[in-house]
């Protein structure tokens, strides 16, 4: 019988109902934000439409508990975002979670390499 190489993977949302509130490329979205100061920025680095940006921040803020960034409209030199303290919890939150998850899989990854699954 030839040896098989299993192997687990997954990936993280936490969702508002059955609403996918926050993920990895939104998680993305909002550091990006949050060292640039501007969500038509963080759109361009990301190689992502602004009104994809607009309507991904607008629907976190929505569905959160409490806005997590705040959008101040432009003057001459243009819009300013920033992250708010809710915000700046829900990213060091999603970091924790993706760090037990990684844990986790690493865990049963191993546990799986002892099966005899035939």
């Not at 994809?52 to 569905?63: D, G």
Request: aromatic content about 8%; hydrophobic content about 40%.
């Amino acid at each position: 019988m030839p040896q098989i190489s299993y192997s687990i993977q997954g990936r993280l949302w936490i969702n508002s109902g059955e609403t996918p509130l926050f993920g990895s490329g939104k998680l993305a979205l909002i550091c990006k934000i949050k060292n640039l100061k501007s969500l038509r920025k963080a759109a361009e680095e990301m190689g992502m439409s602004y009104r994809k940006a607009w309507y991904s921040i607008n629907q976190i803020n929505t569905l959160a508990a409490s806005p997590v960034v705040i959008l101040k409209r432009g003057g001459k030199n243009g819009g300013e975002a920033e992250i708010t303290e809710y915000g700046e919890r829900l990213i060091v939150f999603y970091h924790k979670l993706e760090q037990d998850l990684a844990e986790f899989i690493k865990d049963k990854s191993q546990a799986l390499k002892t099966l005899d699954i035939a």
